[in-house]
């Protein structure tokens, strides 16, 4: 593991991240990586100074004009070696993301399979990056669009995807012929190192090591850099909404892009025809999967009057079941909130709902007992609409059960919130299907039929609307923000027509 001085991740030993100059961090100051499973160092990092942050820009600048001359599929090549080598360290990486941010294994697993399926993705799209033939309404003239790379990406990742979103950026970015600077959180930096530092080995075989490259900050001091750096033609960013308006503000003042994957206050429609099982199934993981520490997790339950008591009744019995612990050990469902400042928001949150007239029916309590202070229970509230605690996004495994009459009032409670990322319905009828599909139905950027808000494959777009920013990420035709277009026209007659038929002579 290159930057590793000696040791590693699991002793606290000094990790340093890197460039092509040396090493990113050189200002002495450190950034320490604790587990929230149990308080644990897992390592140590130097922050990058003013004069590295110059360094790493400049390099990548330098890169970027060699790595777009070489030909997609080649590129590809290399993204393809890079996805090997998450193939040969999941294990060891799921097991790091889980140490580091509080995930079950399987969890952490997981996502070094979404960098793995990313970099397989891309290495299709290295050979698809299309462009068209226009019809030209001159005589003996061709149109034609073609892509271009863009420059240096600045990608600026949470906590709770520690390799994955970076991944989902990277791998397209390099195919596209981009190259990619990371500014990873500072509650997951150790994964972050990790993580470049393969796609790093790879890069290097073929003399362009320095189209990933890593900042390390111990705030959001390098964030907000990245995003008011005209050098940086487009910043990816993934956090709360927030941090997003901020981003966007910056990189739209200096006419840059950006792609926003922000907050979600993610609904569930459960109707009276629902399949029960598949919709339990489905809150389980949405509502507990990641102690409910993702963007699309749930947090709203719309439950028909009419099944309400079967649904709350069958869903407290799975919650009394959910194991919460150590997420290394075999068995653990829910690992722990990722510091005391998620505890302290839980809380906050489940005292602001009972003041506003909420009923825990479950849940709601810290864990004493436990290896650290960050565990807590899964919470079922019984909430209404009117209630401002539900407008909010709560990262932290609590969910509101809010019951309705009909899918249209369930639609509207749907759309209703500020955010648009994930939502989802259980029914039987498939009218009830299309008309969640429709334009009527769901705002949100992913709907879901028969499953939860969580768990997105790579072949569709992810992203939302609304306060979640929307951007899109992986899927469909996604590529076409990490290049720039190019309309050309060519004359191959012996006159000047031109367009419109204006006549100029």
Request: hydrophobic share 40%; glycine share 12%; proline share 4%.
């Amino acid at each position: 593991m290159a930057g590793e001085e000696d040791g590693n991740a699991q002793n606290g030993t000094l990790y340093s991240a890197w460039g092509k100059q040396g090493y990113v961090g050189q200002n002495g100051r450190k950034l320490r990586s604790v587990s929230p499973i149990d308080g644990q160092v897992v390592g140590e990092l130097l922050v990058a100074s003013d004069e590295c942050y110059e360094a790493v820009i400049e390099d990548a600048q330098e890169v970027f004009k060699e790595w777009r001359k070489v030909p997609a599929p080649e590129r590809g090549k290399i993204v393809r070696e890079i996805g090997n080598g998450f193939r040969d360290s999941k294990a060891q990486l799921g097991e790091l993301v889980s140490r580091e941010v509080g995930k079950i294994r399987a969890e952490g697993e997981g996502e070094i399979q979404e960098a793995i399926d990313i970099a397989d993705f891309s290495v299709g799209l290295s050979r698809q990056l299309y462009g068209l033939v226009i019809q030209s309404e001159r005589l003996d003239h061709r149109m034609i669009e073609q892509w271009h790379p863009l420059g240096p990406v600045g990608v600026i990742s949470a906590f709770n995807f520690p390799v994955a979103v970076w991944a989902w950026n990277a791998m397209v970015a390099a195919v596209c012929g981009d190259v990619v600077i990371w500014k990873p959180s500072n509650l997951a930096p150790i994964c972050a190192v990790t993580a470049n530092e393969i796609a790093r080995s790879v890069a290097k075989q073929y003399g362009f090591e320095g189209v990933f490259s890593l900042l390390i900050d111990d705030g959001d001091t390098l964030g907000k850099r990245l995003a008011a750096d005209p050098r940086i033609p487009l910043v990816s960013a993934t956090g709360s909404c927030e941090m997003g308006r901020s981003v966007s503000e910056v990189v739209g003042r200096r006419l840059g892009r950006s792609i926003l994957e922000l907050g979600g206050n993610n609904a569930v429609t459960i109707l009276a025809d629902a399949d029960m099982d598949l919709a339990i199934a489905g809150v389980l993981f949405g509502a507990v999967g990641t102690a409910g520490q993702r963007c699309t997790s749930i947090r709203r339950v719309l439950v028909h009057r009419s099944v309400q008591d079967e649904f709350t009744s069958r869903l407290k019995k799975t919650y009394q079941q959910v194991s919460i612990g150590d997420p290394l050990v075999e068995g653990v469902l829910m690992g722990p909130l990722i510091n005391q400042r998620a505890v302290e928001s839980y809380e906050l949150a489940i005292k602001t709902a009972i003041s506003q007239g909420g009923q825990v029916l479950y849940g709601g309590s810290v864990l004493q007992d436990m290896p650290s202070g960050n565990f807590v229970e899964p919470t079922i509230i019984l909430a209404s609409r009117d209630m401002p605690i539900v407008q909010e996004e709560t990262f932290a495994p609590i969910v509101f059960v809010i019951p309705i009459d009909t899918l249209e009032e369930a639609i509207s409670i749907n759309n209703e919130v500020r955010q648009g990322l994930s939502s989802a319905l259980f029914t039987r009828d498939m009218r009830s299907v299309e008309q969640f599909l429709a334009s009527v139905g769901s705002d949100c950027g992913i709907a879901n039929v028969n499953m939860g808000t969580s768990g997105a494959e790579i072949g569709g777009a992810f992203g939302g609307e609304k306060d979640t920013g929307g951007g899109r990420e992986s899927g469909t035709d996604s590529w076409k923000q990490y290049m720039r277009r190019q309309t050309c026209s060519i004359n191959y007659g012996n006159k000047m027509p031109l367009a419109q038929g204006i006549k100029f002579s």
